[in-house]
């Protein structure tokens, strides 16, 4: 059963296009687990289409088009957007298979069996999916029992348990559960002893650690 959600704001920012790629994908990867969500996303998405269609038209002036054109000549060509995972499929219901969701696959390479960890020591590992200036999304993979280490964080931290299950000072997560963190908030993540917890993670900043060996080392695997 799943007992922590989105809270309304990222639901909405979610529905109406507002939120950025990193917390697109946190939150469509979190529906994929949970129907409750996936129908407040469609209560919020009708509603925005309703308001949409009760606005009154505004007359254009007679150079619009002109005008646009003339802007798209000027852009200059751009790279490839990101892979983006989170389109209307995820908004209609995404599906697990292997214990993946599939809005994560294109990021992955397929499923998590397929991921290619990189050890932190003997109890984690990560995998890095893309940083977009601050924002970083990554997984996270810690053997039964470990801990992340106290720490605090200069922005937000978004955690969503997609294997196994840890619990902190805030209570206990499985999958499908979601956790937000930020600023002064301050906890010691602990996987669960029973399997190896893997979890998306979504920062907007860095994370501020305690104990100098985090200290030293966080920054050097980009945390």
């Not at 007992?3 to 507002?18: I, N, Q, V």
């Not at 919020?44 to 269609?53: A, M």
């Not at 937000?180 to 650690?209: Q, W, Y």
């Amino acid at each position: 059963m799943i007992r922590h959600h989105p809270d309304e704001t990222l639901l909405l920012a979610y529905a109406g296009g507002a939120a950025d790629e990193a917390l697109s994908l946190i939150v469509a990867a979190h529906m994929a687990f949970c129907e409750t969500c996936r129908a407040r996303v469609r209560k919020l998405e009708t509603i925005g289409g309703s308001l949409l269609e009760d606005l009154r038209p505004v007359a254009l002036s007679d150079d619009a088009l002109d005008a646009a054109l003339a802007k798209l000549d000027k852009m200059l060509p751009e790279k490839p957007a990101p892979r983006r995972a989170y389109g209307a499929s995820a908004r209609a219901g995404a599906t697990i298979k292997n214990g993946t969701p599939d809005v994560l696959r294109p990021y992955i390479g397929g499923d998590l069996r397929d991921a290619r960890w990189r050890r932190m020591g003997p109890n984690l590992s990560y995998l890095p999916l893309f940083r977009r200036g601050p924002v970083t999304a990554r997984l996270l993979r810690g053997v039964p029992g470990a801990a992340t280490g106290m720490h605090r964080h200069a922005g937000e931290e978004y955690t969503l348990v997609l294997r196994g299950g840890f619990r902190d000072v805030t209570g206990d997560y499985g999958p499908g559960d979601l956790q937000m963190m930020e600023g002064d908030m301050r906890h010691n993540p602990v996987a669960d002893t029973s399997e190896d917890c893997i979890n998306l993670a979504v920062t907007t900043g860095a994370l501020k650690f305690e104990d100098w060996p985090h200290k030293i080392v966080a920054p050097l695997f980009g945390f």
